[in-house]
């Protein structure tokens, strides 16, 4: 599932918390930089979506492209952007309205990879589940009876834009249903179970575990929705954009070594190692939908756009945003070069 994050205000308090709050760094991965190599710090959550970052560390893929990638897990979603900007990360994962709030101020962050897309007619990896008593009711339930729902979504991430673009459909917004944010998944789901309530957003493994418990059914897939949406990404921030060597280049190809063996799918090695990262078990990692990642690394930046346009029609951002203020397909392009 998507990594999710407050967004950034526009407030000048909160453009000083921005710059100036102290933070914490908690470096989870790796030793300082070998004689020789490049250090990169680059942010990672133990999810599946991370896989071909991991995979392509366990493999010594960055090794072979003469880098060292230290893995960064910080406390919050939110310290993520303010350590990119400052440069105490080179790499990031965690994409947010706050972080389209700093590109639309002019800051110099970009999407260069993809990490993951809403492929239709695939299995589910994203979705709206419902309780099973409502799941086959909603698509032909009139406006009046949707207006008495409850909805598990994050007002600032992508279930409230995907939600959003459904309602539209049936005349609706997002103020005409109500939503309720519970930030951890087990309360979303302990909630979905009790009728506090009726429909929650949430990827895997959440879905095979909750559909398999009976305590919810997939009602609306989110590739349903928005086919083709870049649900994950790669971003590079002002230290690896302003590099003048070729580390960015050299680890969009090692990350891209990583895709193509994601791409072989549950494979014995595939599951040690990712079962290793993610605390899954084997039988379950085997189990679950696995996101699409295209083995290009490229994306199709207009959803995001979308995204954008929407984030500030909510007033979570600043202004909308041009898909070339979101997009730079410069190095992944050169990484793909034999």
């Known amino acids: 599932m998507p990594d999710r994050s407050l967004t950034v205000p526009k407030s000048v308090f909160h453009r000083f918390l921005l710059l100036f709050v102290p933070m914490a760094l908690l470096f989870a991965g790796g030793p300082a930089a070998a004689a020789g190599k490049t250090l990169l710090r680059v942010s990672a959550l133990p999810y599946l979506t991370f896989?071909?970052?991991?995979?392509?560390?366990?493999?010594?893929?960055?090794?072979?492209?003469g880098l060292t990638v230290e893995f960064v897990r910080l406390q919050r979603n939110t310290d993520y952007l303010v350590a990119l900007l400052r440069g105490e990360v080179d790499v990031d994962t965690i994409f947010t309205a706050g972080m389209m709030n700093a590109m639309a101020r002019g800051e110099k962050i970009r999407v260069v990879a993809s990490r993951g897309v809403l492929s239709a007619g695939g299995c589910v990896t994203n979705a709206f589940v419902a309780r099973p008593d409502l799941a086959q009711k909603l698509d032909a339930m009139p406006a009046e009876e949707l207006r008495k729902l409850t909805f598990g979504v994050d007002p600032t991430w992508l279930d409230s834009f995907f939600l959003q673009q459904w309602l539209a459909g049936r005349g609706l917004t997002l103020d005409d249903v109500g939503t309720k944010y519970l930030p951890a998944m087990p309360a979303r789901i302990e909630a979905l179970r009790q009728g506090g309530l009726d429909v929650v957003f949430m990827g895997e493994?959440?879905?095979?575990?909750?559909?398999?418990?009976?305590?919810?059914?997939?009602?609306?897939?989110?590739?349903?929705?928005?086919?083709?949406?870049?649900?994950?990404?790669?971003?590079?921030?002002?230290?690896?954009?302003?590099?003048?060597?070729?580390?960015?280049?050299?680890?969009?190809?090692?990350?891209?070594?990583?895709?193509?063996?994601?791409a072989e799918g549950k494979t014995d090695r595939n599951v040690e190692i990712l079962s290793k990262v993610t605390k899954m078990e084997p039988e379950l990692l085997r189990r679950i939908c696995w996101t699409d990642i295209p083995r290009?690394?490229?994306?199709?930046?207009?959803?995001?756009?979308?995204?954008?346009?929407?984030?500030?029609?909510?007033?979570?951002?600043?202004?909308?945003?041009?898909?070339?203020?979101?997009w730079e397909p410069k190095f992944v392009d050169e990484a793909a070069r034999p």
């Open 296 to 326: 290009d690394g490229k994306l199709d930046p207009a959803g995001l756009a979308a995204y954008a346009d929407w984030a500030a029609k909510r007033g979570l951002t600043d202004r909308p945003l041009a898909p070339g203020e979101i």
């Open 51 to 65: 896989a071909p970052l991991y995979l392509a560390d366990a493999e010594g893929y960055f090794e072979q492209e």
């Open 205 to 262: 493994p959440w879905i095979t575990r909750t559909v398999g418990d009976r305590t919810g059914t997939v009602w609306k897939a989110a590739a349903e929705i928005a086919p083709g949406f870049p649900l994950s990404v790669v971003v590079f921030g002002p230290a690896m954009l302003g590099r003048t060597d070729d580390a960015g280049v050299r680890f969009l190809r090692a990350y891209l070594r990583g895709v193509e063996r994601y």
